[in-house]
């Protein structure tokens, strides 16, 4: 849980694994959450030596357009700042839920689990450098 | 639509915060999974009822969600009520076309929400507010994908 009904808004942990920024979705979050880690990933990417970030989405029930749009918004601005970024772990019936949505979100790169998506960035011809 | 009676029980939860939404899209889940919704049904319902309460947050200025469990012979269902009072929806076929927003989003909201539930049902007046009402019912007929290509 990150935060409760009734709690304060704890921010999301940012880890560094090498270059590699790894975060780790959770239960609820709320809006001020996610548009501050949109933020932290951000500065930790301009301020660092990142070159990739993976963001495990394993434990998150439901994404909704909100959601979506932060996790597009984080992969873009990564992209600016030449930092790529990989999409872990979505649940299938969060998958189900988003293509029936309308919201398939073109240009964010996807990962069974953490494990692949870390190959998926260590690979230098990796799909995700090429936009794919 | 929905010539049901409704259970009894129809609890009022307000949409005033972000806090709020969180709580919004728990108890529904909660409510769904007690009904015996699947879990790509509690998804699609907790889902819908994420976007619906942010545009009662964002755009109608809060409000409140009613959940009512329905029944009707052997089928268990689940009506979610959006109302606000804030300035309304002056072009409703617009806001429904996929990818209309004013609020910053992917404009998904209105179009999305109606294709992951059975019914939907919309009423709003300019400067008196809006009410969306959306329904599921339990391994029901699948969704009319009313709106989809």
Redesign the interface.
């Known amino acids: 849980m990150n935060?409760g009904?009734?709690g304060g808004l704890t921010p999301v942990p940012v880890l560094a694994l090498g270059d590699i920024l790894l975060v780790t979705l959770q239960g609820?979050?709320?809006?001020?959450t996610a548009e501050q880690l949109q933020e932290d990933i951000t500065h930790r990417i301009a301020q660092g030596n990142a070159s990739g970030v993976v963001i495990d989405i394993s434990g998150v029930?439901?994404?909704?357009?909100?959601l979506?749009?932060i996790l597009a918004e984080i992969a873009s601005t990564a992209r600016l700042l030449a930092a790529r970024t990989v999409v872990a772990g979505m649940?299938?019936?969060?998958a189900?839920?988003l293509a029936?949505?309308?919201?398939t979100l073109p240009g964010l790169h996807t990962a069974l689990n953490t494990e692949r998506a870390m190959d998926l960035l260590a690979s230098p011809r990796s799909p995700v450098q090429k936009g794919t | 639509m929905m010539q049901v009676s409704p259970d009894t029980a129809t609890t009022s939860l307000p949409i005033g915060s972000?806090?709020d939404?969180?709580?919004v899209?728990?108890r529904v889940?909660q409510t769904a999974a007690e009904l015996g919704f699947g879990?790509?049904q509690?998804?699609?319902l907790?889902?819908a009822a994420?976007?619906l309460a942010?545009n009662t947050l964002v755009h109608g200025g809060g409000g409140h969600l009613e959940i009512t469990p329905l029944t009707t012979g052997p089928n268990r269902g689940l009506r979610l009520t959006f109302l606000d009072t804030g300035p309304g929806i002056r072009d409703i076929e617009q806001a429904m076309t996929?990818g209309f927003t004013t609020g910053g989003?992917?404009g998904?909201?209105l179009?999305?929400?109606k294709?992951?539930v059975n019914e939907f049902d919309f009423d709003s007046r300019p400067g008196e507010g809006t009410t969306v009402t959306i329904a599921a019912w339990v391994s029901g007929l699948p969704?009319p994908?009313a709106g989809?290509g």
């Open positions: 935060g009904p009734f609820e979050l709320h809006d001020g029930e439901i994404i909704d357009s909100f979506g749009r649940r299938p019936a969060v189900i839920t029936e949505l309308g919201l | 972000d806090a939404l969180a709580w899209r728990q889940r879990l790509v509690q998804t699609k907790v889902t994420s976007e942010r996929d989003g992917l998904l909201g179009s999305g929400a294709r992951l969704s994908r989809a």
